[in-house]
C-alpha cells in the first residue's frame, strides 16, 4: 500500500483505526491514577473508581487490630510471571519513600498484556510504597515458581487490617 497516493484524511484515518484497535485494559470500580515508565515496561497505579464503594473503607472506621503477620497462601489462578514479579517486589523497596495517592489499591508492573500487581483488599489511605515490600516479599518467596500468585492475609497497613495479593491483575484481592 502507498500512502503517498492516499489522501491525508485517509491517512489519518487508517492511523486512528491502529491507534484504536487495541483498547486499555479496565478493570470494574478501577481507574488508573499515575502511569510511571520504567524502561522497558510502565508502572501503572490503580485508584477507586470516584462514586464507587470498593472493598472495606477503612479510613472510615477505627482501625482493626491485626497480628501482622503475613500468613501467606499460594493461588493457583491469575498467575503472573515471577521475572516480571520480582522486578515489581524490588521496585517496592528501592522506592519505599515513594508515597502513593489518598485511595490507591494496586500496583502494576507490566508490558502488552504481561504484568505483576500488588494488590490489597481496603482502601487504606495514602501510604509509602515501601509498606508494601514485606507482605509482596513474602508471597514472592512463599510462592516462587516460574508463575506466582498468591495473597497474605493480617497484613498492618496504615493501622488496618488488610489482605495483600501478588497477581496479574490489580483487582479481586479479598
Known amino acids: 500500500m502507498q500512502f503517498s497516493k492516499l489522501p491525508i484524511a485517509a491517512v489519518l484515518a487508517l492511523a486512528a483505526a491502529f491507534v484504536h484497535a487495541a483498547p486499555p485494559e479496565t478493570y470494574p470500580g478501577l481507574v488508573v491514577s499515575k502511569v510511571v515508565p520504567m524502561g522497558e515496561y510502565t508502572l501503572t497505579y490503580w485508584s477507586d473508581a470516584p462514586g464507587t464503594i470498593a472493598g472495606d473503607a477503612l479510613g472510615a472506621r477505627a482501625p482493626i487490630p491485626c497480628s501482622g503477620n503475613n500468613d501467606v497462601t499460594c493461588s493457583g489462578s491469575h498467575k503472573a510471571e515471577s ?28 508490558q502488552g498484556g504481561n504484568q505483576c500487581c500488588v494488590s490489597w483488599s481496603a482502601a487504606v489511605g495514602s501510604l509509602p510504597q515501601g509498606d508494601l515490600f514485606d507482605a509482596a516479599k513474602k508471597i514472592f518467596s512463599s510462592c516462587f515458581g516460574a508463575t506466582i500468585s498468591g495473597l497474605a ?22
Do not use: K
Request: aromatic share 0%; net charge positive; with cysteine.
Open 83 to 110: 521475572g516480571i514479579c520480582n522486578q515489581l517486589v524490588n521496585s517496592l523497596h528501592s522506592n519505599s519513600g515513594t508515597v502513593i495517592g489518598d485511595s490507591p489499591r494496586s500496583i502494576c508492573l507490566g
Open 153 to 174: 492475609r493480617n497484613v498492618n497497613l496504615n493501622g488496618g487490617c488488610v489482605t495483600e495479593c501478588l497477581s496479574n491483575r490489580p483487582t479481586g484481592c479479598s
